[in-house]
């Protein structure tokens, strides 16, 4: 009986690999005719051997060679599925070099090219994600920094110098999973819509054929909506000394502004002075500052007035209501929500439970409504947006009802103030 004759180290086998065979082979270099370019590099190594697949093919004229596995890890099917995908790619004008997922678990045995993207490559990652931002986020968005510091942080160095066509759903899914496990779920989410958003524009703007964002649910799970608001008792402890319960004062008029107006954090930290009237008592928020794009005038009762002029003498001669350290941009809104943080434990000492300034809208819109005030005022006090057919033919601005509403909802907490400020004034006093 003829025996099976070994490969040698230094030939290639011309015979179709089986996975048996892959695993028992020597040393050296082996050719599967099974799939034009696919090949098996053994090596010898200190702890047995490694078993890694390659590619060799030509594109625009140039012949290279990539790695696409390691065996047993990356089956011979699964090496083959894959050669052939990168294959087409090839066919398709599309570099197979920058279509691969990068590798974060094994280094690569044998050296392969970069295939750094190209300038002027108008299909790569970091090239859809700067059309992105400045064509779609930046003319849309008030605070577009926010979605160019999720690319950055997730996005852009993990398909560092791909071709954005050939990320695949898969690969979409494995990104979002490291996020979520990482802790952060409704980051992931974030992320999630952002990536999108981002491919369907490439879409429009043919920089991609279609979407790898294939989601059937949200990666971080359903987000339950906050039902936070903060209690009369509550905004006694802190409405009795403001200053005190922050530390900071700007801080301490900016927590007592929103609570008066009901307004966003960050339509409060883009705004100017120009856009404040206090004399007329009125806070013009502009179409580019407010949530969707539609402004709206907030009235100011005579106590919200009070505390933009305590505001102004603070912001010296900025033209922003709430100036950087530099005094010529203006705070950034996440700057308010950290000094939120970081006051938890004096707020908690006076009996305020863990809040955040979004929770004051919430706070106002409840206390407007205990107050007797019809739904539809109360919700344009927000700026909320109104159901389409109203929404659509009543523009009237209800300025002298949303007044009204926010005099009575500030009449309610300097009542408040009053009743914390009484016991300490007969506590205060000398005993007969």
């Known amino acids: 009986m003829a025996q099976h004759r070994r490969p040698t180290a230094t030939g290639n086998s011309s015979k179709r690999l089986v996975a048996t065979r892959a695993a028992g082979l020597p040393p050296g270099t082996f050719t599967d005719a099974g799939q034009t370019g696919l090949q098996l590099r053994v090596r010898r190594r200190r702890d047995g051997f490694s078993r890694t697949w390659l590619l060799r093919f030509k594109f625009r004229g140039e ?12 089956s011979l099917e699964a090496a083959r599925g894959l050669a052939r995908h990168y ?66 942080l997730d996005v852009l160095p993990r398909w560092k110098g791909r071709d954005a066509r050939t990320i695949a759903p898969g690969e979409v899914i494995e990104l979002l999973d490291g996020i ?16 999108s958003q981002m491919f369907r524009f490439g879409i429009h703007r043919r920089i991609v054929e279609s979407t790898p964002v ?34 900071y004062e700007r801080l301490a008029h900016v927590i007592t502004l929103l609570l008066l107006t009901g307004q966003r954090r960050g339509e409060l930290a883009l705004a100017r002075w120009s856009e404040i009237d206090i004399a007329a008592k009125s806070w013009t928020i502009p179409d580019e500052n407010a949530k969707a794009g539609r402004g709206h005038v907030v009235p ?20 922003w209501v709430l100036p950087d350290a530099a005094g010529e941009d203006h705070l950034d809104p996440k700057l308010l929500t950290r000094g939120i943080a970081k006051c938890q434990e004096r707020f908690i000492e006076r009996g305020i439970g863990a809040w955040t300034l979004h ?36 523009v009237h601005q209800y300025l002298d009802e949303k ?13 408040l103030r009053v009743k914390q400020e009484k016991p300490s004034s007969r506590a205060a006093r000398p005993s007969q």
């Not at 496990?181 to 819509?193: E, F, L, Q």
């Not at 100011?300 to 900025?318: C, G, Q, T, V």
């Not at 009204?404 to 009542?415: Q, Y």
Request: with cysteine; charged share 30%; aromatic share 6%.
């Open 214 to 247: 294939q989601l059937l649910f949200r990666p971080g799970g359903q987000e339950k909506p906050r039902q936070r608001t903060l209690t009369d008792e509550e905004l006694k402890a802190f409405l009795a000394d403001p200053k005190d319960a922050t530390r």
């Open 403 to 415: 007044r009204l509403a926010l005099d009575k909802w500030a009449t309610h907490l300097a009542a």
């Open 87 to 152: 294959r087409e790619l090839a066919s398709q004008g599309i570099d197979p070099r920058r279509a691969r997922p990068r590798r974060t678990e094994r280094p690569s045995p044998v050296p392969i090219s970069s295939a750094p993207a190209k300038p002027g490559d108008k299909h790569t990652i970091e090239f859809l994600a700067s059309e992105f931002m400045e064509r779609y986020v930046k003319p849309r968005r008030k605070l577009p920094q926010y979605a160019q510091a999720i690319l950055d």
């Open 300 to 319: 100011l009762s005579d106590w919200a007035a009070r505390e933009f002029e305590a505001l102004k003498r603070l912001a010296d001669r900025s033209k």
């Open 359 to 394: 929770d004051l809208r919430r706070t106002c819109r409840t206390g407007l409504a205990k107050l007797g005030i019809t739904p539809h005022i109360a919700e344009r006090v927000l700026n909320h947006a109104q159901e389409k057919i109203p929404g659509t033919y009543d």
């Open 63 to 74: 012949e290279t060679r990539i790695l696409i596995g390691h065996f047993p890890e990356t």
């Open 180 to 195: 979520v496990d990482r802790g952060s779920k409704v980051m992931a989410n974030r992320t999630a819509g952002l990536l």
